[in-house]
Nanobody
Framework: QVQLVESGGGSVPAGGSLRLACAAS????????MGWFRQAPGKEREFVAA????????YYTDSVKGRFTISRDNAKNTMYLQMNSLKAEETAVYFC?????????????????????WGQGIQVTVSS
């Protein structure tokens, strides 16, 4: 059993910014690709962004390209999601997650079942 811990959520007006963080132990975090998902009320869990285990490549859902930036600091065992120009419809619980297989990247990185460990989620509220 492992623990991923999200932080940095909160409430912002439309157009505002937040920076989420996801921390884990070194063995859990260091060698794995990671991702961010979100789930709005009444909606299915949605892929937001992913990053390879070394941070060399990043991936985003189309709706956040140009506004969100995923990054990681392996020395600190922490992944980040910088969210700019937030929209009201992006109000959701945001989850960080770890991919199942170390030292690789999955072609199915947008799919929740490709990830084995999940944080508890953190609320992001964007007011109109």
């Amino acid at each position: 059993q492992v623990q991923l811990v999200e932080s940095g959520g909160g409430s912002v007006p439309a157009g505002g910014s937040l920076r989420l963080a996801c921390a884990a132990s070194a063995p859990v975090f260091r060698s794995y690709a990671m991702g961010w998902f979100r789930q709005a009320p009444g909606k299915e869990r949605e892929f937001v962004a992913a990053i390879t285990w070394g941070g060399a490549r990043t991936y985003y859902t189309d709706s956040v390209k140009g506004r969100f930036t995923i990054s990681r600091d392996n020395a600190k065992n922490t992944m980040y999601l910088q969210m700019n120009s937030l929209k009201a419809e992006e109000t959701a619980v945001y989850f960080c997650a770890r991919q199942r297989i170390p030292y690789t990247a999955s072609a199915r990185y947008t799919e929740p079942d490709e990830y084995d460990y999940w944080g508890q989620g953190i609320q992001v509220t964007v007011s109109s």
